[in-house]
T-cell receptor, first 110, second 110 residues
Framework: NAGVTQTPKFQVLKTGQSMTLQCAQD?????MYWYRQDPGMGLRLIYY???????DKGEVPNGYNVSRLNKREFSLRLESAAPSQTSVYFC?????????FGPGTRLLVL | DAKTTQPPSMDCAEGRAANLPCNHS???????VYWYRQIHSQGPQYIIH???NNETNEMASLIITEDRKSSTLILPHATLRDTAVYYC???????????FGQGTILTVHP
C-alpha cells in the first residue's frame, strides 16, 4: 500500500514550457486534490475532484488544468509555465475526514 | 470555512507536553477542527480532528472549548521528531477541502 505517489519529484522548466504532474493513490478514495506551497506559506488549493469524472476550481486555479483520469489518478497540467508557478506541488486524497498527502513535486520555472 | 489564528512559533523541551493553541471564533456549528503537521517540507500529515468533544489518539489530544471558539492540540511527551509546522484548520464536510494558514512552527529542544 503506497498511499499517494507523485511524479516527478523535481523538475526544472523554462518559461513557456508545458508539463504534467502525475498523482496516483491506491486507497480507493473518491476525492483528490492539488495544492501548491510557496516558501514560508501554507498550502493553497489549486483544483480538486470530489469523485471520478468531476473537477472543480480551488483558490488558485489560473494557469493550471487537471484531469481525473480514473479513480486512482489525478493529473495537473501547466500549459505554459511561468516563474510565478515555481513552487512545491502536493497531491492529496481523502475518504471522510482525513487527507493523505503525497511527498510533493518541486518545480522550478526559469 | 472559518478562519483560524495560531501563534507563529513555539518552543518545547523534549519529554515535556507541547500545548499548541488555536483560535477559531467564527466557527459554525457543522465545522470540524482539524490538526495537521508538516515536517521539513514533506507532505502534511493528519494528526487529529474533532467537532465538540475532546479527542485523543495515539499521536495527540485535542481539547475544544465549550463555546468551540478555540482549541488546543496537546502532544503529551514531545520528541525531537515532533519539530514541525502545525496547522489548525476549520472546515465543513464539503468534499474535505482544507484551507491552510501559516501554522505554528514548533521547535522541540533537547
Amino acid at each position: 500500500n503506497a498511499g499517494v505517489t507523485q511524479t516527478p519529484k523535481f523538475q526544472v522548466l523554462k518559461t513557456g514550457q508545458s508539463m504534467t504532474l502525475q498523482c496516483a493513490q491506491d486507497m480507493n478514495h473518491n476525492s483528490m486534490y492539488w495544492y501548491r506551497q510557496d516558501p514560508g506559506m501554507g498550502l493553497r488549493l489549486i483544483y480538486y475532484s470530489a469523485s471520478e469524472g468531476t473537477t472543480d476550481k480551488g483558490e488558485v486555479p489560473n494557469g493550471y488544468n487537471v484531469s481525473r483520469l480514473n479513480k486512482r489518478e489525478f493529473s495537473l497540467r501547466l500549459e505554459s509555465a511561468a516563474p510565478s508557478q515555481t513552487s512545491v506541488y502536493f497531491c492529496a486524497s481523502t475518504e471522510g475526514a482525513t487527507q493523505y498527502f503525497g511527498p510533493g513535486t518541486r518545480l522550478l520555472v526559469l | 470555512d472559518a478562519k483560524t489564528t495560531q501563534p507563529p512559533s513555539m518552543d518545547c523541551a523534549e519529554g515535556r507536553a507541547a500545548n499548541l493553541p488555536c483560535n477559531h471564533s467564527t466557527i459554525s456549528g457543522n465545522e470540524y477542527v482539524y490538526w495537521y503537521r508538516q515536517i521539513h517540507s514533506q507532505g502534511p500529515q493528519y494528526i487529529i480532528h474533532g467537532l465538540k468533544n475532546n479527542e485523543t489518539n495515539e499521536m495527540a489530544s485535542l481539547i475544544i472549548t465549550e463555546d468551540r471558539k478555540s482549541s488546543t492540540l496537546i502532544l503529551p511527551h514531545a520528541t525531537l521528531r515532533d519539530t514541525a509546522v502545525y496547522y489548525c484548520i476549520v472546515s465543513g464536510t464539503s468534499y474535505g477541502k482544507l484551507t491552510f494558514g501559516q501554522g505554528t512552527i514548533l521547535t522541540v529542544h533537547p
